[in-house]
């Protein structure tokens, strides 16, 4: 069974600082990974997706990696801002039936 | 880009009542639904997998006699919480998936359930 865990749980880093999010899982066997943002009350905004194939993926300030064979992912944010405030889940995408197991989340606050 | 809709996005019912919960893949074919529940500063869990014409694969402990899944047509697919009670509330939300393993599942804005 796929496990995927976030650390940390809650970052909170003053504006204009770069910084990392990490997403670890269990089970390397996996078809790609997504990052996504979610804002409070509110639904999925999907930021990245990384095939298993891909190594890494940019999109404007963020950079996502992947490194399937040690099951980790990490999401770079450079130079923050505070609109960049939310939760960040990782979600991966393994398993016979393709099910997508979302991480714990971590919990961004961008202080102006 | 492919646009999943769920309806309604909030809804409000009495305990006891039965509520249903629509995803729609707006601009794609999906074989493949998902739905998903998330409790207050949880993550998401997934409660189910639909395939459109087959019975829907339930996760453990997930009750199917009180969440019905109905994957009609490979544009639709709806969950319907039967006998609501307080603690089905919470924050529903559907992916839809292309054909293929590796595609990628596009996730609608989610149905924010309050039973009362």
């Known amino acids: 069974k796929q496990e995927v865990t976030q650390i940390p749980a809650a970052l909170s880093v003053p504006e204009g600082e770069n910084l990392v999010l990490n997403c670890s899982f269990t089970?390397?066997?996996?078809?790609?990974l997504q990052w996504f943002r979610q804002d409070p009350g509110k639904g999925l905004t999907s930021l990245l997706l990384?095939?298993?194939?891909?190594r890494e993926q940019t999109s404007g300030r963020l950079n996502a990696s992947l490194d399937k064979s040690s099951g980790r992912s990490t999401l770079y944010i450079a130079a923050s801002q505070p609109g960049d405030s939310a939760t960040y889940l990782c979600?991966?995408?393994?398993?016979?039936?393709?099910?997508?197991?979302f991480g714990t989340g971590t919990k961004l606050q961008v202080i102006p | 880009g492919a646009v999943v809709s769920q309806h309604p996005s909030w809804v409000i019912c009495k305990s006891g009542t039965s509520v249903k919960i629509e995803c729609r893949s707006l601009d794609f074919q999906a074989t493949t639904m998902f739905w998903y529940r998330q409790f207050p500063k949880q993550s998401l869990m997934l409660m189910a997998t639909s395939n459109e014409g087959s019975k829907a694969t339930y996760e453990q402990g997930v009750e199917k006699d009180k969440f019905l899944i109905n994957h009609a047509s490979l544009t639709l697919s709806t969950l319907t919480v039967t006998s609501a009670h307080p603690e089905d509330s919470s924050f529903y939300i559907c992916s839809a998936r292309r054909q293929g393993p590796r595609g990628t599942q596009y996730f609608g804005p989610g149905t924010r359930l309050l039973v009362l």
């Open positions: 990384i095939q298993s194939s891909q």
């Open positions: 089970d390397s066997a996996i078809y790609n």
């Open positions: 979600a991966v995408n393994s398993g016979g039936y393709q099910k997508v197991t």
